[in-house]
């Protein structure tokens, strides 16, 4: 396909995709629940209304049934990326495998078990709380698309087997049997510790169930400041406040209540496109039995799976960082980014090039220099934080949840034993020197993804410190 044909095809594909999200874009979304608009107290508060906030809600409430809690959300309940994403669920909790056993080669094994025994509890969750979000424990398939990520894909598979996953690489023919596109030059296909889900779906049951067990909610809450009391923290929004004996903080990318958590947590908009259902006829061009989500393999990478009802949602790639941390909502739409992923797809798939798009949007990924979140306390104790997710937060929130209820709680545990729990990531630099670095470093990452998986200085550089930048 030319260029140009490209363009054309993305081009009208996306005239009448409308500027929303998917998954939230539904009928059946719960009721807006009223803001705060009292002087209460609490035992626990919690800001965000994400995955993060409701885990730590529910787990605070099964830890002790009798607890007064009360959770904060400053739009509607997965406003954030926790409605917005693309619903891969994974095990890890090292923001993949091999960055695990990189990053903490002596406490790879606890941290996987930790990331299995969380993954169990989530799917266990959602069937004895009857939450429908469509989990199913798929497994995911990573695509080598340029030469160099064969042998990337190969060690990988080695390494997942190692770790007693079940794994197998996968020539171009097998992974084209599967899942046909002309770009894919071979696989990895993981079958354990990994699987998909609803993510709009989780939030809403998650929801339910948080206030079943008795959390008092607020949405259009923002909190606007946190103030040491003599036994606790005094929470304020714009119209109440909330006297607490302990407060956790969720907000994720989001600015927050705590400043100090500006220099660890890097928003990064990400953008996803989601098709019009395939119907049966054009899902046999395509094969996909399996119906497990896709990656592929590059530093700037797609991905992309079948939604409920036979859609194809397709996101990454152009991850964009504007200066100052900006968030806003008048970003979540941007043509060029969006045009761009339309081509990708196209390219990939070009036997469904009558296939239109229905939405489009974007959302804030919370990097850190690590990869994984940042956890640590503030005023005395009484306040915790579990934030920076890094893309990779469907099932690791659940966790980094139970990580803040421990700080918060003051006790110690095998999770707030672990080094990437009480030791931070490299903070990022204060501006304008951050919007510089994130320059070159994007520019260095797709350089080496032109040029055969090649570290330049720049990233042999940050490796050295243990620093990087990914979505
Ligand atoms: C486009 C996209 C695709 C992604 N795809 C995947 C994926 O497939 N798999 C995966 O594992 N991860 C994925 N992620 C990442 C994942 O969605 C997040 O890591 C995870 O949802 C984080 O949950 P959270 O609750 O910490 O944050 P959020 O869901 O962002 O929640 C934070 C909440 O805090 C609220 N808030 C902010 N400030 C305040 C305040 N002052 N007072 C009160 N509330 C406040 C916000 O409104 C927001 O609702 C993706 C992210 C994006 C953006």
Same mark, same amino acid.
């Given at each position: 396909?030319?260029?140009?044909?490209? #363009?054309e095809l993305?081009?009208? =594909?996306? =005239? #009448?995709?409308?500027p929303?999200?998917?998954w $939230?874009?539904?009928?059946?979304a +719960?009721?807006?629940?009223?803001?705060?608009? #009292?002087?209460?107290?609490?035992?626990?508060?919690?800001?965000?209304?994400?995955? $993060?906030?409701?885990?730590?809600?529910?787990?605070?409430?099964?830890d002790?049934?009798?607890?007064?809690?009360?959770?904060?959300? %400053?739009?509607?309940?997965?406003?954030?990326?926790?409605?917005?994403?693309? !619903?891969?669920?994974?095990?890890?909790?090292?923001?993949?495998?091999?960055?695990?056993?990189?990053?903490?080669?002596h406490?790879?094994?606890?941290?996987l078990?930790l990331?299995?025994?969380?993954?169990?509890? @989530?799917?266990?969750?959602?069937?004895?709380? !009857?939450?429908?979000?469509?989990?199913?424990?798929?497994?995911? $398939?990573?695509? %080598?698309?340029?030469?160099?990520?064969?042998?990337?894909? /190969?060690?990988?598979?080695?390494?997942?087997?190692?770790?007693?996953?079940?794994?197998?690489?996968?020539?171009?023919?097998?992974?084209?049997?599967?899942?046909?596109?002309?770009?894919?030059?071979?696989?990895l296909?993981?079958?354990s510790?990994?699987?998909?889900?609803?993510?709009?779906?989780?939030? *809403?049951?998650?929801l339910?169930?948080?206030?079943?067990?008795?959390?008092? @909610?607020h949405?259009?809450?923002?909190?606007?400041?946190?103030?040491?009391?003599r036994?606790?923290?005094?929470?304020?929004?714009?119209?109440?406040?909330?006297?607490?004996?302990?407060?956790?903080?969720?907000?994720?990318? &989001? +600015?927050?209540?705590?400043?100090?958590?500006r220099?660890?947590?890097? +928003?990064v908009?990400?953008?996803?496109l989601?098709?019009?259902?395939l119907?049966?006829?054009?899902?046999?061009?395509?094969?996909?039995?399996?119906?497990? !989500?896709?990656?592929?393999?590059?530093?700037? &990478?797609?991905?992309?799976?079948r939604?409920?009802?036979?859609?194809?949602?397709?996101?990454?790639?152009?991850? @964009?960082?504007?200066?100052?941390?900006?968030?806003?909502?008048?970003?979540?739409?941007?043509? %060029?980014?969006?045009?761009?992923?339309?081509?990708?797809?196209?390219?990939t &798939? +070009? /036997?469904?090039?009558?296939?239109r &798009?229905?939405?489009? *949007?974007?959302?804030?990924?919370?990097?850190?220099?690590?990869?994984?979140?940042?956890?640590?306390?503030?005023?005395?104790?009484?306040?915790?934080?579990?934030?920076?997710f890094?893309?990779?937060?469907?099932?690791?929130?659940?966790?980094?949840?139970?990580?803040?209820?421990?700080?918060?709680?003051?006790? #110690?545990?095998?999770?707030?034993?672990?080094?990437?729990?009480?030791?931070?990531?490299?903070?990022f630099?204060?501006?304008?020197?951050?919007?510089?670095?994130? /320059?070159? $470093?994007?520019?260095?990452?797709?350089?080496?993804?032109?040029?055969?998986g /090649?570290?330049?200085? *720049?990233?042999?550089?940050?490796?050295?410190?243990?620093?990087g930048?990914?979505?």
């Amino acid at each position: 396909m030319t260029p140009q044909h490209l #363009e054309e095809l993305a081009g009208r =594909a996306l =005239a #009448e995709a409308r500027p929303t999200v998917y998954w $939230t874009d539904r009928p059946d979304a +719960p009721e807006p629940v009223p803001p705060l608009v #009292e002087a209460a107290r609490a035992d626990l508060v919690v800001i965000g209304g994400g995955l $993060t906030g409701l885990w730590a809600a529910i787990q605070a409430l099964e830890d002790d049934p009798s607890a007064d809690v009360v959770l904060l959300e %400053a739009r509607s309940v997965g406003h954030g990326a926790s409605g917005r994403n693309g !619903g891969f669920l994974a095990g890890s909790l090292t923001h993949g495998l091999a960055h695990g056993v990189a990053t903490w080669p002596h406490q790879t094994e606890t941290l996987l078990r930790l990331g299995r025994e969380n993954l169990a509890a @989530i799917a266990d969750f959602a069937v004895r709380h !009857g939450i429908d979000a469509d989990l199913r424990m798929c497994g995911k $398939t990573t695509v %080598a698309v340029r030469p160099h990520q064969v042998a990337v894909l /190969q060690a990988s598979a080695r390494l997942h087997v190692e770790h007693g996953e079940d794994a197998a690489f996968l020539d171009a023919a097998a992974v084209r049997a599967d899942i046909d596109s002309p770009t894919y030059l071979g696989g990895l296909r993981v079958r354990s510790n990994y699987g998909l889900v609803d993510p709009a779906r989780l939030c *809403w049951g998650l929801l339910r169930v948080a206030r079943e067990l008795g959390a008092r @909610i607020h949405e259009g809450s923002a909190v606007t400041g946190l103030e040491r009391l003599r036994d606790g923290v005094r929470v304020r929004t714009a119209t109440g406040s909330i006297d607490a004996r302990r407060v956790v903080i969720a907000t994720n990318a &989001f +600015p927050g209540p705590l400043r100090r958590l500006r220099s660890w947590v890097l +928003p990064v908009y990400d953008h996803v496109l989601v098709t019009e259902p395939l119907g049966a006829e054009r899902l046999e061009r395509l094969g996909w039995r399996e119906n497990q !989500g896709v990656s592929d393999a590059g530093n700037q &990478f797609h991905y992309y799976r079948r939604t409920p009802d036979d859609r194809i949602l397709w996101g990454g790639y152009d991850a @964009i960082y504007y200066f100052g941390n900006r968030i806003d909502v008048a970003l979540e739409q941007r043509p %060029a980014s969006h045009r761009l992923l339309a081509r990708h797809f196209f390219e990939t &798939f +070009p /036997q469904l090039e009558d296939l239109r &798009f229905t939405h489009r *949007w974007a959302g804030v990924i919370d990097s850190t220099t690590r990869f994984t979140p940042v956890f640590g306390t503030a005023l005395g104790g009484r306040v915790a934080y579990a934030v920076g997710f890094t893309g990779l937060g469907v099932g690791s929130s659940r966790f980094g949840a139970r990580v803040a209820l421990d700080l918060v709680g003051g006790r #110690e545990t095998e999770r707030t034993r672990l080094d990437m729990v009480h030791r931070k990531p490299v903070p990022f630099p204060p501006e304008p020197l951050r919007w510089a670095v994130v /320059q070159v $470093t994007r520019g260095a990452l797709a350089r080496q993804d032109r040029d055969g998986g /090649q570290r330049g200085l *720049w990233l042999r550089t940050l490796d050295r410190f243990g620093v990087g930048f990914n979505s």
